[in-house]
C-alpha cells in the first residue's frame, strides 16, 4: 500500500516530470512515467545479440584467443548509425550518468537470464586513464557494473586493475593500430585483490577485442584467477 510520503514523492516526481520533462537517450521523445533514461519503444528496438545463453558465440570466439577466458557475452550488436551508437554516444560523451547505469542493469537481468555467469563473484571495469577520467569525470564501464550490481547483485573492484598508459581514441583505428595502441597498456596493481576469484571483466563497445584482450593478457598472470567478459555492444556478428 502507498504511504502518505511515497504518493508524495510520486506526485512531486509528476510535477517536475511535467515542468522539466525527461527525454528519451535515443530518439528525443518525452519519456512518461515508469521510463527511465531510454523510451520503451526504443528499448525493445535496440538490436539484441541473444548470445549470453550460448557457448562459442562470436563474442567468446573472438576474445578466446587473446585471454585464458571462461564465457563471454554482449547485450547489443553495435552499428554506425544506429540507435545503440546513439546510446554510447551519450554515455560517453554527454555525461548522462543514469543511462550508464539504466544499461548495465539491463546487462544484469541478460546475465541472470542466461544461467553461464552464475559463478562470478566479482565484476571489473575496463579502466580508463586518470587523465581521462579526470576530464571525462567518470568511466562508463565502472558505472555499467554499478547497474549490473543491482540486477545481478556482486561486488565491484575498481582498484585492481588499472590502465598505466595514456592510448589515443581507438575508435577510427584500423585493427592493427588498435593493437599496437593498447598493447601493454594494463596492469594489475593489486594482484591479492582479484587471486582466486571468478571475475567479470566489462566493456561498453567491443570492436576487435584488443583492448579487452589486452586486460586479460594483464589479469593472466594473476593466480588463480578465472576471467569472463561482459560487454554491452559488439561490432562483430
Ligand atoms: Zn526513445
Redesign the pocket.
Known amino acids: 500500500m502507498a504511504t502518505a510520503a511515497s504518493s508524495f514523492r510520486d506526485a512531486w516526481q509528476s510535477v517536475l516530470q511535467a515542468v522539466f520533462p525527461s527525454l ?6 518525452v519519456l512518461v512515467q515508469g521510463e527511465r533514461q ?2 520503451l ?2 528499448l525493445g528496438n535496440l538490436e539484441y545479440t541473444l548470445y549470453s545463453p550460448h557457448d562459442d558465440n562470436p563474442a567468446e570466439r573472438m576474445l578466446a584467443t587473446r585471454m585464458p577466458l571462461v564465457n563471454a557475452t554482449s547485450l547489443l550488436h553495435f552499428q554506425q548509425e544506429s540507435t545503440v551508437q546513439r546510446l554510447v554516444h551519450a554515455m560517453k560523451f554527454r555525461s548522462n550518468c543514469e543511462l550508464c547505469e539504466a544499461m548495465g542493469r539491463q546487462m544484469g537481468l541478460d546475465l541472470l537470464r542466461s544461467g553461464r555467469f552464475d559463478d562470478v563473484d566479482l565484476l571489473v571495469p575496463v579502466p580508463l586513464h586518470w587523465t581521462r577520467r579526470l576530464v571525462r569525470g567518470y568511466n562508463q564501464s565502472e558505472l555499467l557494473c554499478r547497474g549490473i550490481a543491482q540486477t545481478f547483485g556482486r561486488r565491484v573492484n575498481t582498484t585492481a586493475l588499472v590502465r598505466h598508459r595514456y592510448t589515443r581514441k581507438q575508435s577510427r583505428r584500423k585493427a592493427t593500430e588498435r593493437e599496437r595502441n593498447v598493447s601493454g597498456a594494463f596492469s594489475v596493481r593489486r594482484p591479492a585483490e582479484l587471486q582466486g576469484h571468478h571475475i567479470l571483466l566489462v566493456d561498453d563497445v567491443m570492436t576487435t577485442g584488443a583492448t579487452l584482450g589486452s586486460c586479460g593478457q594483464a589479469l593472466a598472470t594473476v593466480p588463480c584467477l578465472r576471467i569472463s567478459v561482459a560487454a554491452l555492444s559488439v561490432a562483430a556478428r
Do not use: H, L
Open positions: 528519451c537517450a535515443c530518439c528525443g521523445e531510454v523510451c519503444k526504443c
